[in-house]
């Protein structure tokens, strides 16, 4: 059987700006689609950040149970962003709700319309479970 050695918390506590090293996330609502002549580069995805915070571990427990500090019921394409910027060293994943459970992944880039739900920090809570 998994142990299940620390819990994520999304956070978005005022309190924990003077907390160093925690990732940020963006919860956002997918709108729809518009037509875009954006062209360009996105930034290197990551699925670990080598620094405790891994996509497989919050999708797990966001499949789960409610990981937000605020009352959320998850929309058909709502999507997770977690970055880090560590060291001068940017890293991100996404996360999208599709079919009922969370997965890796996101919405198209520079044409979806996004309403953004609410921001802010990723807290690691460690447990020891025995």
């Known amino acids: ?20 090293n925690l990732s940020e996330w963006t919860l956002t609502r997918f709108k ?3 037509e875009s002549n954006i062209r360009g580069k996105i930034a290197k995805y990551t699925e ?9 571990e919050l999708i797990l427990q966001m499949n789960a149970e409610n990981c937000f500090d605020f009352n959320y019921t998850a929309n058909e394409n709502d999507c997770l962003r977690v970055s880090t910027n560590e060291n001068d060293n940017y890293k991100y994943f996404k996360i999208i709700y599709k079919n009922g459970q969370w997965q890796s992944g996101g919405n198209p880039a520079f044409v979806s319309i996004l309403e953004n739900i609410a921001e802010g920090k990723l807290e690691i809570i460690q447990k020891n479970y025995r």
């Open 1 to 20: 059987m998994c142990e299940i050695t620390k819990k994520y918390k999304l956070c978005t506590c005022e309190n924990l700006d003077n907390v160093e």
């Open 32 to 34: 729809g689609i518009k």
């Open 48 to 56: 670990n950040f080598e620094n405790g915070i891994s996509s497989e």
